[in-house]
């Protein structure tokens, strides 16, 4: 049996793709892998420049963005490995991180996911590992929730020297243990974009695996990239994607309150960005980019939150 499968799930980032792939044959020793990369619809050549470059990847095309959670599925279907790793297009491995991750889990049995230290290129740590949505997280200044409870809310400023276990873990780089999966279940294919992983840690938190941190296992993290090239729509993605997660594993009460609180929380932002244009007659860059984000989150709501606005296609906005 191979010991790991790599799942790499790309939309229109064609050098970044090769660029961590690069990484998974320049880094990865002493296992035996599979690599898969599940193309969502890409423009850019991504899939030729894959066939030409690293032949021996197995490539899935799709000819529409399907989502995170569809394409990650589809790859999980054609399983046989202990262990799946789920990479973003935008990371690059560091010497030994996926060796680390690996010896933890063959050492930790209950672990069903473990994730790595997620840096920026100078080795500047980045958040690596996060709380479960709750009103308190989302309605709230992380920073200042982290800065005045630090043991409940921790934060990449903490200094972690050993394997911690965790609520969540951002899926930038995460390790998944095969057998947890077939007890849980692949992703849930109701999020399109965002929180696929953290439902996914909450659900094997449930059936009594464990999350944890590994620190040691070191992997460069460009951030967003996918992101950057629709701002708008990813961030009502991200909030489509709250409310499901919500829904699916809060109180009724909770998810009420949340619909209700983080409307109001994007009126009093849009309302303070408009403010804060016309005080500067629009001339400030950052500003308008946040009048941008918020104008076009309050007019989802105002449309009663359709499915034809955000990330997914035109074939699926019926």
Known sequence: M????????????????????????????????????????????SVK???????????????????????????????T??????????????????????????????????????????????HSYDNHPTLATELFNKSLLRWFFPSRYPSKKQSIMHPVEVESVIGACIMVRNEAVRHVGKLDE?????????????????????VYHVPDARVVHLGGQSKKMAPWQSQVEYCRSLYIFFKKNRSTFSYIMLRILYLLKIILNLTANSNANLFVLFQNKKLRYRLSIYGKLFLWHLLLCPDWMGLKPVENKR
């Open 49 to 79: 420049a894959v066939h030409q470059q690293f032949p021996q990847v197995h490539v899935i095309e799709n000819r529409e963005n399907r989502g995170f959670a569809v394409a990650v599925n589809q790859a999980l279907e054609e399983n």
């Open 190 to 210: 109701d999020y399109f974009f965002f929180l696929e992983e953290t439902d996914w840690c909450y659900r094997m938190q449930k059936a009594g695996w464990k």
């Open 81 to 126: 490995a202990l262990y799946s790793v789920l990479l973003n297009t935008d990371t690059i491995l560091r010497k030994d991180a996926i060796q680390i991750m690996h010896s933890f889990m063959e050492q930790q049995k209950d672990a069903g996911i473990v994730g790595a230290q997620l840096q920026k290129p100078d080795g500047t740590r980045q």
């Open 2 to 45: 191979t010991d790991l499968n790599f799942i790499i799930v790309n939309w229109n980032t064609r050098e970044l793709l090769l660029d961590c792939i690069r990484s998974i044959y320049t880094t990865v020793t002493g296992l035996s892998y599979r690599i898969h990369v599940i193309d969502n619809g890409s423009r850019d050549d």
